[in-house]
């Protein structure tokens, strides 16, 4: 990837450039689609065994670190397919940053109110998807608006 000089706003990737903020969107949508599907991988998720669809019960732990259910994998597919089609225009590629951001700045808080053993822990949450997803909400928000102030915004929507 590489940014014209005519235009700083735009990354360019072979004869089509799209905007660094449509882009943002796609890798992180990728990124959580992908993070879907290894969630549901015997190996790459440890005591595969144990998964349940939902709740504090599940053992199975993505990379062996970040507590799993199928609920929470369906929640990262999702993100995914959302943001690989909000990718499309540049307001809607902002709206998944941002938007997204707040709810995983959300889930960070609940994360924080709500123990590890609690059965209002549905999703489930850990220690290591709470300090996650505060990394994940400022981030998406950080790129919602940093790359939303480039003046070729309007051109893409």
Do not use: C, K
């Not at 879907?36 to 005591?47: K, N, W």
């Not at 690989?84 to 709206?95: K, P, V």
């Not at 941002?98 to 549905?122: E, K, P, Q, R």
Request: net charge neutral; no cysteine.
């Amino acid at each position: 990837m590489s940014y014209s000089s005519a235009h700083p706003w735009r990354a360019t990737a072979g004869m089509r450039a799209r905007p660094a903020l449509q882009t943002a969107a796609g890798v992180v949508g990728a990124v959580f689609l992908l993070l879907g599907i290894l969630g549901f991988i015997p190996g790459v998720t440890t005591d595969y065994d144990t998964m349940q669809f939902a709740g504090h019960n599940s053992q199975a732990m993505l990379f062996g670190v970040f507590q799993v259910s199928i609920l929470h994998n369906i929640v990262h597919l999702l993100f995914g397919i959302a943001g690989l089609s909000m990718m499309r225009s540049a307001i809607a590629a902002r709206t998944f940053l941002i938007g997204g951001g707040l709810v995983y700045l959300a889930l960070w808080i609940y994360g924080l109110i709500v123990g590890a053993d609690s059965a209002a822990n549905f999703v489930p949450l850990n220690s290591a998807d709470d300090w996650l997803h505060l990394g994940l909400g400022v981030g998406m928000i950080a790129l919602g608006f940093l790359l939303g102030t480039g003046r070729g915004e309007a051109s893409s929507r």
